[in-house]
T-cell receptor
Framework: DGGITQSPKYLFRKEGQNVTLSCEQN?????MYWYRQDPGQGLRLIYY???????QKGDIAEGYSVSREKKESFPLTVTSAQKNPTAFYLC?????????????FGPGTRLTVL | AQSVTQLGSHVSVSEGALVLLRCNYSSSVPPYLFWYVQYPNQGLQLLLK??????LVKGINGFEAEFKKSETSFHLTKPSAHMSDAAEYFCAVSSNQGAQKLVFGQGTRLTINP
């Protein structure tokens, strides 16, 4: 079955540690996205990538980093510079190009900083 | 710039009653509009989308939404609520120009009373 996988589902981190969240898709989509979800704030875009080896900052990129070395993978690193990293993180993908932007979402990773 | 406002962070209806979730958007270009549903600790699932074809859009699970340009609205409705409709609902807007990012509303949590 085609889809998006995120791992792990739950992640605990000590303050001051970097942590990497995995996102893999087998939908053959060019574009991939990372969102952060906090209660009552909807989804906010962290980073997005429309093609391999290229990515752009979203609205809340500070304290995060990404890479896009393969079409199917878009890992997100939450660095120690992120002041409030506890949140639910969602990865999504879509086709790219001059068409509507229906995004398909993974199941999410819940990160808790201890 | 695009934005979305969902009126009401919590909506409660009785089983069998009409469901109405409100969404207003702001966009300087013709928009694409989406409704997504999220069940607890899961990713988002697309309910329906408007892409400049018919203004009344039918989606999954008996939901529909009507695009009203004059009111800049895209409200979500379902004639008869079911217990399984309890979830959080997100309205989102995208454009057909430039980088096709989705901008999400804050979300509306729907509760169904037996």
């Amino acid at each position: 079955d085609g889809g998006i996988t995120q791992s792990p589902k739950y992640l605990f981190r000590k303050e001051g540690q970097n942590v990497t969240l995995s996102c893999e898709q087998n939908l053959n989509h060019d574009a991939m996205y990372w969102y952060r979800q906090d209660p009552g704030q909807g989804l906010r875009l962290i980073y997005y990538s429309q093609i391999v080896n290229d990515f752009q900052k979203g609205d809340i990129a500070e304290g995060y980093s990404v890479s896009r070395e393969k079409k199917e993978s878009f890992p997100l690193t939450v660095t120690s510079a992120q002041k409030n990293p506890t949140a639910f993180y969602l990865c999504a993908s879509s086709i790219a190009g001059p068409t509507y932007n229906e995004q398909f979402f993974g199941p999410g990773t819940r990160l808790t900083v201890l | 710039a695009q934005s979305v406002t969902q009126l009401g962070s919590h909506v409660s209806v009785s089983e069998g009653a009409l469901v109405l979730l409100r969404c207003n958007y702001s966009s300087s270009v013709p928009p694409y509009l989406f409704w997504y549903v999220q069940y607890p600790n899961q990713g988002l699932q697309l309910l329906l989308k408007y892409t400049s074809a018919a203004t009344l859009v039918k989606g999954i699970n008996g939901f529909e939404a009507e695009f009203k340009k004059s009111e800049t609205s895209f409200h979500l409705t379902k004639p008869s609520a079911h217990m399984s409709d309890a979830a959080e609902y997100f309205c989102a807007v995208s454009s057909n120009q430039g980088a096709q990012k989705l901008v999400f509303g804050q979300g509306t949590r729907l509760t169904i009373n037996p």
